[in-house]
């Protein structure tokens, strides 16, 4: 009973392969199919998928470089692309997200489209939305009542506050009746500059920028993973045996934030290692590099964000670094190549 209609799809699919192999139809249902289905691959999948046909070969290498011309996968406001004259690594492969992440969010994004055809099509800001204040009814408790801020006076919203010598702000939150246009939201537009990721042949990739950026300007956020201390301290110890062979290098950043009353700290823990934004590339310096972090609290939310801003003005082409913090002379320790004159010739790490 079933067998005519096998026999007409057998015919269709016969007469798409013999359409696949003319040389004026490059392009068949079958990579049309590819097509979709390449920007999902990882790099070893794609490396294999390119051996099996001349047209897969093309496709695969055409989403190659569409994927080293955007490290942000168009989820930030310019394309960030990679740049390597040292060897044959085109890009570096991780998931991208533009803001802070929970591990349980993660866990259900294991792959993310990246180097697909309609490349330049805007994505919209993945992320989650932040742990905040509620009351009983679950509805938040914090935040200002303003539609929009002054865009000549800022300072008039009840969220705003300057930076202090502790190097902390609060912007306008999930509970504030303003859009992302808000002048007091101005480091969760996502990055604004013009960057690039730079290949080097002993610290490997570096974050450059690639125009003039003005001291105080804001630049990125760190995002990646929110960790338990628990969670953190366990991946830490598992990067610290990876990385004993010199070929992997983690993304763990590590923050304590000392509380008014002086006698205790909250412990922010960021893991941009496999889930993360541009930041994961900016490089450590001994000297404290032209970057300084600043801790920037949304109303109503529980956990701050880390954003760097310029410590001065900062030229074209120049990389971009900061402290990864005190440095712990260790035997086992990795070493650093900041190539300032102060380097400890170590990198900082925490203790494990």
């Given amino acids: ?15 798409q392969q013999q359409q696949q192999q003319e040389p004026n139809n490059p392009t068949g249902p079958f990579l049309q199919c590819f097509e979709l289905i390449l920007p999902w691959l990882t790099p070893i999948e794609l490396a294999n998928i390119s051996l099996t046909s001349k047209s897969l070969n093309q496709l695969s290498k055409s989403t190659t470089l569409r994927r080293s011309s955007d490290a942000s996968r168009s989820f930030e406001n310019l394309p960030i692309p990679f740049h390597n004259t040292i060897d044959d690594h085109p890009y570096a492969h991780f998931i991208y997200t533009p803001s802070q992440i929970f591990p349980s969010s993660s866990s259900q994004l294991q792959r993310q489209s990246w180097g697909s055809l309609d490349f330049s099509s805007s994505a919209s800001r993945l992320g989650v939305e932040p742990v905040s204040l509620v009351d009983e ?42 859009g992302l246009e808000c002048e007091n939201r101005l480091t969760q537009r996502g990055v604004s500059l013009r960057l690039k990721i730079v ?22 956020e760190y995002a990646g993973e929110l960790l338990t201390t628990k969670e953190s301290t366990n991946r830490q110890q598992m990067y610290d045996k990876l990385a004993s062979d010199g070929r992997f290098s983690s993304a ?33 310096s001994c000297d404290g590099g032209n970057l300084v972090t600043k801790l920037v609290r949304s109303s109503g939310a529980l956990v701050p964000r880390i954003c760097f801003f310029a410590s001065r003005d900062i030229k074209e082409n120049e990389e ?5 913090g ?9 070493q650093c190549f900041c190539g300032s004159s102060s380097c400890f010739g170590t990198l900082p790490s925490e203790n494990t």
């Fill in 199 to 220: 290949r080097d042949r002993r610290k490997g990739w570096g974050l450059y920028a690639d125009q003039f950026i003005e001291k105080a300007q804001f630049v990125c």
């Fill in 320 to 324: 971009l670094a900061f402290s990864y």
């Fill in 1 to 15: 009973m079933w067998e005519p209609d096998t026999k007409k799809r057998c015919q269709t699919n016969e007469h």
């Fill in 326 to 334: 005190e440095v712990r002379l260790r035997s086992n320790g990795l």
């Fill in 137 to 178: 009814l679950g509805h938040s408790v914090s935040g200002c009542d303003c539609e929009r801020c002054d865009d000549e006076d800022p300072d008039g919203c009840p969220c705003f506050s300057e930076m202090d010598e502790l190097d902390m702000a609060n912007e306008c939150g999930p509970s504030c009746g303003c």
């Fill in 252 to 284: 763990l950043l590590v923050l304590r934030e000392h509380l008014p009353s002086g006698k205790a700290c909250m412990r922010i823990n960021i893991d941009a290692t496999r889930m993360g934004n541009v930041a994961r590339f900016i490089n450590h």
